[in-house]
């Protein structure tokens, strides 16, 4: 009994803590700063972080609820089971719940959750972002087929970047492009060929487009007047850029070999001059997978009708055994004088072509400056004489050439070629040859 | 010849600054331009939250970050060391750079706040803060139901279900009534969700980053398109992250897209489990808690007793018999877990 009447009667003489001190009042500054700012400080948390502190104290209990941009990743939602039917209801109702307490205008939102399947309950979010002025949506299915976005979608006029993965677009017909899209990111995508280039002609701000195996359309006619950079891998017939006399950076892979039959390509331009047509400002290219192939199809001349000045760093995956090939990367490099980084990495796959290999006439090598080519790195190659004759024209046409990497694909004939570097000449005194060793 | 330009405190003390310095302040850089600060009489006043000390601050940031001459490095190193300060000084200055519109300043103290909040528990960041510990049990589970499923969350509900434990066998041995068993009313997803969170799946789940975007090797050996297409060796290698030691999983590319895991240690509907499996983490909560039960037991029977009693008081009443309530759910699972 004794200890209890201690208990009140001390009890009595320290403030409760519902009503707090008035000194711990005055050091709370955090709780005080005005709402953007808690906005910024939450918003460098993890969504699931930024929610819990809603305990801290009273003040903070609704302070996550404004926040602008929500990320539902593995990081905020949390999930131990396997069972896809408990994991989805616990995602569903997560997100749902945050929805409902959110309070403000969302700027961006991401739901890229690894375990969620395409569902329903997706089409509820969307819709109820695009009654608002989203600007950033992101959506990546990891799981299951591709998931049909629905047509609130396509209201949203806020949009300025949009990035999905694993999805199936077919915009209703009244759709008429994001007026202020700036960026664009579609990767395992499915859509048709009429949608997807109504979808770029008609987001006339578009700076930055992604495309990564797609679905549903073979033809690459990109006609965007503001485009910057262009990333594409995939299988495609052709490519035809119009209009496109800003784009600096440019990455291409064509991941299908096709075959390009010489007779069939008709009329007096091959690939490599409609290719170049409209990239005057090209920075930064690179030819990946089998698309060296697909520009050396049709008439390739010495030189493009214009070269690409802006041009400084070049990375192309070449099969030096095909002479074609070897004549448009030739082509490529004679029309960059200011070429400053090159990189070349052999395909390994390919066969010997059937036609005979000797055909690169000592012409074809002119004497062309690379005057500020600095770095050049090549890989894949087996010490063949087409690769041995490149290298040389390399090291014979760059007088400030820093240094140059060679990775040759395998270890046999590692020792003939290094005998075989060891005699080229080169045009710069400080030149460094490198040699890697080949990856197990 | 460097110009000089006089600000005025909120505290009426004014200053002489070099302009250049002053000008990396967006509003600063304004008043300016409309002509003020040339002299001490019509010295630029700067907003309420600028007082001298922050000032300084403010200032020592622009005067570093005006220099063109430095590299991201040293913008780096000078950034982390700045801001290494205590928590009121901090919040001060992130109030009194936003006041000027001094953006980059506010971001660096914005992130510098939130890694003090990140991954720590609510008690730290109450203590790093000052933050009064005002809200009820209830209104601190609320949201925890559904967001966070943490070990320390568990940690703190076995310390309060044991301390209740102990307070009820305290009054049981003085003879109080207990009352009657009430029935719990809350169903058992909601006691599942709470209790059976991610207990450390984190770690698994969290997959490389890079793998969806693969710019730079996209052109491999097998670029010709194969079975293995990107996504679905994606899939794989999540699936490979998440499977635990025990699970079988069939490793067929053909289904990847359906496949179903079979985690052996999964705990059925039924259980009660808190999720922690492995007996030596189990070990070292225990004693966590038991660290945690010292560390409180001073001032925890004054809480008890002020809750009690001030419950009747306020509009908390139905609190207490809800609280009653969660007290017996909490003995009871703390008996079942033995």
Redesign the interface.
């Known amino acids: 009994m004794n200890c209890f009447l201690w208990f009140i009667v001390f009890s009595k003489r320290k403030e409760p803590p519902m009503f707090p001190f008035n000194a711990e009042m005055e050091t709370d500054k955090i709780s005080k700063l005005p709402g953007h700012i808690m906005d910024r400080i939450l918003s460098h948390l993890s969504l699931r972080d930024a929610v819990r502190t809603s305990v801290l104290s009273s003040r903070w209990r609704y302070k996550w609820v404004t926040l602008p941009h929500l990320v539902f990743d593995n990081q905020s939602v949390v999930l131990s089971s396997q069972d896809q039917t408990l994991i989805k209801n616990r995602i569903v109702n997560i997100i749902d719940h945050v929805l409902l307490l959110h309070v403000g205008p969302i700027h961006k939102f991401k739901l890229s959750h690894r375990e969620l399947q395409g569902a329903s309950d997706i089409d509820r979010w969307i819709l109820f972002l695009s009654r608002g002025s989203v600007k950033e949506f992101v959506l990546e299915i990891w799981k299951g087929l591709r998931y049909k976005l629905p047509s609130s979608l396509f209201i949203c006029q806020k949009l300025i970047h949009l990035e999905l993965f694993n999805c199936l677009l077919k915009p209703p017909p009244k759709f008429d492009g994001f007026k202020i899209l700036n960026s664009l990111d579609l990767q395992h995508i499915t859509m048709d060929q009429d949608v997807f280039e109504h979808m770029i002609s008609s987001c006339p701000l578009l700076e930055r487009l992604t495309l990564m195996n797609f679905d549903g359309f073979i033809h690459l006619n990109i006609c965007a007047p503001n485009l910057l950079f262009f990333d594409v891998g995939g299988v495609f017939e052709n490519v035809s850029l119009e209009n496109t006399f800003h784009l600096a950076i440019v990455s291409i892979g064509l991941y299908a070999n096709a075959g390009y039959d010489q007779n069939v390509i008709l009329g007096n331009t091959g690939n490599m001059i409609k290719f170049f047509a409209h990239l005057p400002r090209i920075q930064r290219l690179e030819v990946q997978c089998f698309f060296l192939k697909y520009l050396a199809a049709g008439k390739v001349p010495g030189r493009l009708p214009t070269p690409c000045i802006e041009l400084n760093y070049l990375s192309i995956r070449i099969n030096f055994n095909d002479v074609e090939e070897n004549l448009a990367a030739l082509c490529l490099l004679r029309s960059c004088p200011n070429i400053q980084e090159l990189e070349m990495l052999a395909r390994p796959e390919e066969q010997t072509s059937v036609r005979a290999v000797a055909n690169i006439l000592e012409e074809d090598y002119l004497s062309c400056p690379f005057n500020q080519l600095q770095l050049v790195k090549i890989a894949g190659i087996s010490g063949g004489r087409q690769e041995l004759d490149f290298i040389n024209f390399l090291l014979a046409n760059s007088p400030v050439l820093e240094r140059m990497t060679i990775k040759p694909a395998a270890l046999d004939g590692a020792l003939e070629l290094l005998k075989e570097l060891l005699r080229l000449r080169r045009a710069s005194v400080r030149a460094e040859i490198i040699y890697l060793d080949p990856e197990r | 010849m460097m110009s000089y330009i006089w600000l005025q405190t909120a505290d009426g003390s004014i200053q002489q600054v070099e302009q250049e310095v002053a000008m990396f302040c967006p509003s600063i850089c304004h008043e300016i331009q409309t002509g003020m600060g040339s002299s001490k009489n019509c010295a630029i006043s700067l907003p309420s939250q600028v007082n001298p000390a922050m000032l300084s601050l403010i200032l020592d940031y622009c005067r570093f970050h005006q220099v063109r001459g430095h590299s991201n490095k040293e913008h780096k190193s000078f950034d982390e060391k700045f801001v290494r300060m205590d928590?009121?000084t901090l919040?001060?200055l992130?109030?009194a750079a936003?006041s000027l519109q001094l953006k980059p300043l506010?971001?660096l103290t914005?992130?510098a706040?939130?890694?003090m909040?990140?991954?720590k528990t609510?008690e730290e960041?109450?203590e790093t803060?000052?933050?009064?510990?005002?809200?009820t049990e209830e209104?601190?589970l609320e949201?925890?139901r559904?967001?966070?499923?943490?070990p320390r969350i568990r940690l703190l509900n076995r310390l309060y279900a044991r301390k209740r434990k102990e307070l009820k066998e305290r009054d049981r041995s003085k003879n109080v009534e207990v009352e009657e068993e009430l029935v719990d009313e809350r169903s058992v997803d909601d006691l599942l969700?709470f209790i059976?969170?991610?207990?450390g799946?984190?770690k698994d789940?969290?997959?490389s980053k890079s793998k969806?975007?693969?710019?730079k090797r996209?052109?491999q050996?097998n670029?010709?398109?194969s079975n293995c297409?990107?996504?679905e060796s994606?899939?794989l290698n999540?699936m490979r992250h998440?499977a635990k030691a025990h699970?079988h999983f069939l490793p067929n590319f053909g289904d990847a897209?359906k496949l179903?895991?079979?985690?052996d240690r999964?705990a059925p509907e039924g259980d009660f489990d808190d999720?922690v499996d492995d007996p030596v983490l189990r070990e070292e909560i225990d004693r966590e808690v038991e660290d945690f039960a010292r560390r409180l037991n001073s001032d925890w029977?004054?809480?008890m007793?002020?809750i009690l009693?001030?419950g009747q008081e306020r509009k908390r009443a139905p609190m207490s018999t809800d609280w009653n309530g969660s007290l017996r759910t909490y003995a009871r699972l703390d008996l079942v877990q033995k």
């Open positions: 928590t009121k919040c001060e992130t109030s936003d506010v971001d914005s992130c706040l939130a890694r909040i990140e991954g609510p960041i109450r803060f000052h933050l009064p510990d005002d809200l209104e601190k949201p925890l559904n967001i966070s499923d943490d969700l059976n969170g991610g207990n799946a984190s789940v969290r997959a969806k975007k693969n710019r996209k052109d050996q670029c010709a398109p297409t990107d996504k994606n899939v999540s998440n699970s897209l179903h895991i079979e985690d999964f999720g029977p004054e809480r007793q002020e009693s001030l």
